[in-house]
């Protein structure tokens, strides 16, 4: 009597002569690649790039580290300074103003770029996609393509005794304010941080602004059946889903303002005396104007730990849930 085939013999049957039905376990090892194949073929695409930052990036800062110990001029023998060179951070008073200058800058870079750029994207929102919302953008993010040596110099001519700045406050009778801004021991350092704001405003706009579009509309939809207001919905809903762009904005920003160095050295070069004098002016003129390359490496390393541990908290909000 011929037997009957089932749909279940047949699968059965299909699968003994499959291969490639035959479940990745089953198969014979020599067919899967293995991990270490894998991870010895990641190692081959980054190798390029790693021996790249390492020649460039790490060594140098290996360098840094190594020369910070040393008094030496970059031409003669070093002879060992132990740590007086990191002695000399905290004693020496321009030493320390310029880091506590770097973190006035932060409130200029990174405070207030991104309140008024939460306040712009919110605006810019709210407008009807046309000529204007396109301008509006254009015009904000135009500041953050210009090379900041070409900012620099545009805001010290505006900046001089006969600029735009003076000229605007005495076209509105307000000439006892008028004064060389980047000569003046009081407003140096804030005319600078202006020109922070005018840098870091763009950006800040234009990442918040793309991630206000990530948002779910029915959220919005949502708390305006609740009842809320502009300024409810603004903190209800805009400002929690805006939260790693928000790190990604303060992280960009905050690093800028401590490692600051193109626009201060166009516009003031650190002066008046030591008013707008930052870290990174600080290392060039060590390094190539009193030739203290030792003094200049312990303030570089010592700029960079400080960059982390501002940067690591913040990072560390971002990756929470």
């Not at 990174?280 to 060590?286: K, P």
């Not at 030792?294 to 303030?299: D, M, P």
Request: aromatic content about 12%.
């Amino acid at each position: 009597m011929p037997s009957v085939s089932t749909p279940q013999a047949m699968r059965q049957a299909s699968t003994m002569t499959d291969p490639s039905s035959v479940p990745a376990a089953r198969q014979p090892a020599a067919r899967r690649p293995s991990a270490r194949r894998r991870s010895w073929s990641a190692l081959l695409w980054v190798a390029p790039a790693f021996g790249m930052y390492a020649v460039f990036v790490l060594f140098p800062m290996l360098q840094s580290v190594q020369y910070s110990f040393y008094d030496w001029d970059g031409i003669g023998p070093a002879t060992p300074a132990g740590l007086d060179n990191w002695k000399a951070i905290f004693t020496q008073p321009e030493l320390l103003q310029s880091v506590l200058n770097a973190f006035v800058l932060v409130i200029f870079y990174t405070v207030l770029p991104v309140g008024l750029g939460l306040v712009a994207a919110s605006f810019i929102r709210e407008l009807k996609p046309g000529a204007f919302s396109t301008t509006a953008r254009v015009l904000l993010f135009v500041p953050q393509v210009l090379p900041l040596v070409a900012a620099g110099i545009a805001w010290t001519w505006m900046y001089s005794s006969d600029g735009l700045v003076n000229q605007i406050l005495r076209a509105v009778g307000l000439d006892q304010y008028t004064r060389a801004w980047l000569g003046d021991f009081t407003f140096a350092l804030p005319a600078v941080g202006v020109i922070g704001v005018w840098v870091m405003l763009g950006f800040c706009t234009v990442l918040l602004l793309a991630g206000i579009g990530k948002i779910d509309p029915a959220l919005y939809e949502a708390a305006r059946l609740d009842g809320a207001g502009p300024v409810r919905e603004f903190f209800a809903v805009t400002l929690p889903g805006l939260r790693r762009e928000l790190v990604v904005c303060a992280t960009f920003t905050i690093i800028a303002a401590l490692a600051s160095f193109d626009v201060v050295q166009i516009a003031t070069q650190g002066g008046p005396g030591y008013q707008t004098m930052v870290p990174g002016v600080q290392i060039y003129r060590l390094t190539f104007l009193q030739q203290h390359v030792g003094q200049a490496s312990a303030l570089a390393v010592f700029l960079t730990v400080v960059v982390l541990l501002v940067i690591w908290p913040i990072q560390r909000l971002g990756r929470q849930k």
